[in-house]
Structure formats: C-alpha cells, structure tokens
C-alpha cells in the first residue's frame, strides 16, 4: 500500500476512472452478480474501532479477524506486526492458511488507522486467492483499493483522509474523490449510506463529490434518464452515424454506433458494472445487463 505520509501532497480528481471501472467489471466478472450480493453489509465501525488504551497488538489481530470474517476468508490467519518501512503497510502473499502483514510503525501512534490499513492488505489476500488481478503493481493496487471499497471495507481508506492547515494524509492509491465514487456505486447498488461512518470532515466532502460523479453514469444516453443536453447530443451522433457507416463519436461520449446487417446498433457501459452494453438502435426499450443483471430503460 502505498504509504499516504503525513505532509505529502494529495492528488484530488479522477485521474484512475478507467482503471477503477475496469476492476468493477472484473469483480463481477471473477465473483458473478449473486456473490458480489453477499457483501450486502459493510464493515461496521465497531468491528474496526481502536482506542489508545487498546492493547497493540491484541487490538490489531482483533480488527484483522473482523476483517477476514467479513471478506469471507474464514480459513486466513493473519499475523500481524509492525517495523520501520517507506510503505504504510505490506503482506506477503503465500499459499496460506497463515499471512504476515507488516504495518508501519507510525500506525503505533494513529491506531484510529489501523482498520484502514489492514483492510487493504487483507483484500490483496482475497484477491489472491480468487486468483484476480490486473498487470503492474499501480493498476493492481487500483484494483485492491476498488474491491476492497465495493465489499464494503473501504469506507476506512477514505476515512483515513485528513488534511488541514498543518499536515495531510492519505491512504491507498485512489484519491479521496474516486474512494468516494466506489463507496457512492456500492451504496446505489445495496441501498447503502455511508456518510455517518465518517469521522474525517475532508472524507465526507469526498464522498459527496464522488456521488455525484456515480450519479452521473445514471444520467447518461443512451438512457432514458439522460438529461436535455446528452439527449440532443446523442440524437446528433445518431443522425451523424446513420450518414456516415463506420465512423465514431468524439471520444469524450460514453456511447459508440456499429453499423451491420441488422442495422445501426449502439454499445455503451452499463452504469453499475461497466460492462458493454450492446443494443440496436429502435427508440425506447427496456434491457438487461447481461453481466450484474442490472435492469437499464433506454432510448436508442
């Protein structure tokens, strides 16, 4: 994980999307609709909670064992301890049943964090052993800092964000905004509101941008929630591919035109999972996602 020191700049914005995108898809791709679905409740806070007077590491196995009971690895021990290193935290990856996860020694200190960082290397163990994962080490940590948001323990990476006028930290390599995207696609699928979990002001301004960013992908054509702009856009580069077989729209549109023998086709992501959605081009209909079984109302 990467180390989030306290002071290092924080990098806001979406700058990972695609990649993010992509791991939602191959989460349910790897797991299927109906075992995405048995993560219906998140982690609570008291599972991951850590007072001062706690013992050390007594209180880190504790939180370590919730953890692993609610990622479903129920036959994962984890061994947890701590060192001097650059990173917040690592775990080394074996067959198991047993996994050594080493914090950073500034965690004695920020306890309040610990949940944090256990969360995201507990994931790397589930991911491992589902045997998922994305090439180089950036786009893989994306990937474990996405699945462990959208399984409902990645609340605490984002909570973990702090900034004020004197020092700054960070956990995990999404920025705050896109935890917040995750956590807000997570909530619209299991009717789910994290925002009182939230300790960290700076996390909730997060969260509420990455909503709106989630919301967003609901509002756009081909469906029919589309607001007035997307819709005459879209209509445009209808009429535009009807004329011109074979050409594309700006790469800035989520949606593209396929010409064949059964006429004008569009493909555009599915709002939940990702995945392409691909659909011929006959106004209003009702389809569904083939992959998390989404129902989508769309205008073609």
């Known amino acids: 994980m990467s180390n989030g020191s306290p002071g290092a700049p924080v990098v806001h914005g979406f700058p990972h999307l695609d990649t993010v995108r992509s791991a939602i898809t191959a989460l349910y791709r790897r797991l ?10 998140s982690l609570v806070p008291a599972d991951a909670a850590f007072c001062d007077d706690d013992d050390l590491h007594l209180g880190a196995q504790r939180v370590a064992r919730a953890l692993v009971q609610h990622l479903r690895l129920p036959d994962a021990r984890m061994i947890v301890g701590f060192r001097t290193m650059e990173h917040a935290a690592s775990v080394e990856l074996t067959a198991g049943p047993e996994y050594f996860i080493e914090l950073n020694d500034r965690f004695r200190t920020h306890r309040r964090d610990i949940g944090a960082a256990l969360a995201h290397e507990i994931t790397h163990v589930l991911l491992h052993r589902l045997d998922l994962e994305f090439p180089g080490t950036r786009a893989n940590e994306i990937l474990t800092d996405t699945v462990t948001a959208y399984l409902g323990a990645g609340w605490l990476l984002l909570d973990a964000f702090r900034e004020d006028a004197t020092s700054r930290q960070k956990l995990g390599y999404l920025t705050p905004e896109e935890f917040g995207y995750v956590l807000a696609k997570r ?11 939230f300790t960290s002001p700076q996390a909730y301004t997060a969260y509420t941008k990455g909503r709106a960013r989630a919301l967003h992908d609901l509002r756009r054509p081909p469906l029919t929630a589309a607001g007035w702009a997307g819709r005459r856009r879209y209509a445009k580069d209808r009429r535009y591919a009807q004329d011109h077989p074979g050409t594309s729209p700006d790469p800035g549109v989520p949606y593209a035109f396929e010409s064949g023998g059964e006429g004008l086709r569009v493909s555009f992501p599915c709002p939940t999972c990702h995945q392409r959605i691909r659909l011929p081009v006959r106004g209003r209909t009702v389809a569904r996602c083939g992959l998390c079984r989404t129902r989508l109302e769309c205008d073609t």
């Open 32 to 41: 299927s609709p109906d075992g995405v679905h048995t993560y219906g409740a």
């Open 187 to 197: 909530a619209l699928v299991f009717d789910e509101d994290p925002s009182p979990w």
